[in-house]
């Protein structure tokens, strides 16, 4: 390999890009996607006993989010991949996602089964807008329209033409590894931010010509006091079995089960960022979409993998996403926060899942016993410890 192409293996010749390890395995093949998505896709409804389990988002409290605590990390989960992040007066918006359904069709593809939490006229003003790929769940037009111009926009590369075609200039693309550093335009000079783009095993692609030919990626954010890990959407490993899915949109504590414990290679990338820029004081990282698993695996890690992640990139304490929101793969609704509480015996504090959208959680390293465990508010009536009182309004 010539030395120009060092750190490049994710570039291909066609001006693509590629997951350069042997964790992706084989890509499923294009009849085979086809077949699954037209054929094989468990399209049942949300039955009205997950609803009721979900229940409603709670009432947003705007103050919190128009007056975050000086000194802590604030994180606001909207549903699915998009959190509202503030810390060190900083307002970061991931993969933001406003619309009903996520597809190139307002009429067809999945629609959202948990309202969002509040509108997008309610967000404070963000600074700064950050994008893991060009998938319609993760980046969404009438979102990005209605935020407008004003935000920076950080993306991976290859996605700026889109933001232009839009309209939207204030956009910086990066390759992974490439980093970013971020003022604020008013000139406050205690308001920095350093982004950087780091690898994920996924792909890309908004329609059937498209295919990798736009980059994915995870994001560093570290402002003067926090550091922040938001995973995207990702693969760890590439399980060629089937090996878990008990059927039903219900799963139990008795009828879940787990990925076996196979020796697979995983992504090292999750390793190779916690080197760099670990420890995080928080990890927003996806626990959902995985299930067929020997489909998805290259592509969407288990809840086990997210936990792998958790303890690989060094994060103080993680957040679940990537589910609860839009039906995308077979598994039960309910199933991946179960999952991570059943994997997460050594220390449940350290992985969080918020099961209703807007909560708030106040990330204060001072004060860590508030956060002490997972909670499922409506999960069989179960109320475990709420997280902060003062934000759960
Ligand atoms: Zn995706």
């Given at each position: 390999?010539?030395?120009e192409?060092?750190?490049?293996?994710?570039?291909?010749?066609?001006?693509?890009?590629?997951?350069?390890w042997?964790?992706?395995?084989?890509?499923?093949?294009?009849?085979?996607?086809?077949?699954?998505?037209?054929?094989?896709?468990?399209?049942?409804?949300v039955?009205?006993?997950?609803?009721?389990?979900?229940?409603?988002?709670l009432?947003?409290?705007l103050?919190?989010?128009?007056?975050?605590?000086?000194?802590?990390?604030?994180?606001?989960?909207?549903?699915?991949?998009?959190?509202?992040?503030?810390?060190?007066?900083?307002?970061?918006?991931?993969?933001?996602?406003?619309?009903?359904?996520?597809?190139?069709?307002?009429?067809?593809?999945?629609?959202?089964?948990?309202?969002?939490?509040?509108?997008?006229?309610d967000?404070?003003p963000?600074d700064?807008?950050?994008?893991?790929?060009?998938?319609?769940?993760?980046?969404?037009?009438?979102?990005?329209?209605?935020?407008g111009?004003?935000?920076?926009?950080?993306?991976?590369?290859?996605?700026?033409?889109?933001?232009?075609?839009?309209?939207?200039?204030n956009?910086?693309?990066?390759?992974?590894?490439?980093?970013?550093?971020?003022?604020?335009?008013?000139?406050?000079?205690?308001?920095?931010?350093?982004?950087?783009?780091?690898?994920?095993?996924?792909?890309?692609?908004?329609?059937?010509?498209?295919?990798?030919?736009?980059?994915?990626?995870?994001?560093?954010?570290?402002?003067?006091?926090?550091?922040?890990?938001?995973?995207?959407?990702?693969?760890?490993?590439?399980?060629?079995?089937?090996?878990?899915?008990?059927?039903?949109?219900?799963a139990?504590?008795?009828?879940?089960?787990?990925?076996k414990?196979?020796?697979?290679?995983?992504?090292?990338?999750?390793?190779e960022?916690?080197?760099?820029?670990?420890p995080?004081?928080?990890a927003?990282?996806?626990?959902?979409?995985?299930?067929?698993?020997?489909?998805?695996?290259?592509?969407?890690?288990?809840?086990?993998?997210?936990?792998?992640?958790h303890?690989?990139?060094?994060?103080?304490?993680?957040?679940?996403m990537?589910?609860?929101?839009?039906?995308?793969?077979?598994?039960?609704?309910?199933?991946?926060?179960?999952?991570?509480?059943?994997?997460?015996?050594?220390?449940?504090?350290?992985?969080?899942?918020?099961?209703l959208?807007?909560?708030?959680?106040?990330?204060?390293?001072?004060?860590?016993?508030?956060?002490?465990?997972?909670?499922?508010?409506?999960?069989?009536?179960?109320?475990?410890?709420?997280?902060?009182?003062?934000?759960?309004?």
């Amino acid at each position: 390999m010539g030395s120009e192409s060092v750190g490049k293996e994710h570039h291909t010749a066609a001006g693509g890009f590629r997951n350069p390890w042997p964790s992706y395995g084989k890509r499923p093949s294009f009849l085979s996607t086809m077949k699954f998505f037209m054929f094989e896709m468990d399209r049942s409804a949300v039955s009205e006993e997950v609803k009721q389990r979900l229940g409603a988002p709670l009432k947003t409290n705007l103050d919190a989010l128009a007056n975050p605590p000086v000194g802590a990390l604030q994180a606001t989960w909207v549903g699915h991949a998009t959190f509202l992040l503030q810390f060190d007066k900083l307002n970061v918006l991931t993969d933001p996602i406003w619309s009903d359904r996520c597809s190139p069709s307002t009429i067809v593809g999945p629609k959202r089964f948990m309202p969002v939490p509040f509108p997008i006229k309610d967000l404070p003003p963000v600074d700064v807008v950050i994008i893991s790929h060009n998938h319609y769940d993760h980046l969404d037009e009438a979102t990005v329209r209605a935020l407008g111009n004003k935000p920076l926009y950080l993306v991976p590369l290859g996605i700026k033409s889109w933001f232009t075609s839009l309209g939207i200039t204030n956009v910086v693309e990066l390759d992974w590894w490439q980093e970013h550093q971020f003022s604020a335009p008013d000139g406050d000079n205690s308001k920095t931010l350093r982004a950087v783009c780091t690898p994920c095993q996924h792909f890309s692609g908004r329609g059937i010509l498209d295919r990798d030919k736009t980059l994915w990626c995870s994001w560093v954010l570290e402002s003067p006091s926090k550091k922040v890990y938001f995973g995207g959407d990702t693969g760890f490993c590439s399980v060629t079995k089937d090996s878990d899915h008990p059927g039903g949109d219900v799963a139990t504590r008795e009828t879940i089960s787990y990925s076996k414990k196979e020796d697979l290679p995983v992504c090292p990338s999750f390793a190779e960022i916690g080197k760099r820029f670990g420890p995080f004081d928080l990890a927003c990282l996806p626990i959902g979409a995985y299930s067929p698993r020997h489909f998805m695996s290259s592509i969407h890690c288990s809840p086990e993998d997210a936990v792998a992640i958790h303890i690989a990139v060094n994060a103080k304490r993680s957040i679940g996403m990537h589910w609860g929101t839009f039906k995308l793969t077979d598994e039960a609704i309910l199933e991946p926060p179960l999952r991570v509480e059943k994997v997460w015996f050594l220390n449940l504090s350290d992985f969080m899942n918020i099961i209703l959208a807007s909560r708030c959680v106040n990330i204060n390293m001072q004060n860590v016993s508030k956060f002490l465990h997972i909670f499922y508010d409506n999960y069989n009536g179960t109320k475990y410890c709420p997280l902060s009182k003062e934000f759960a309004t």
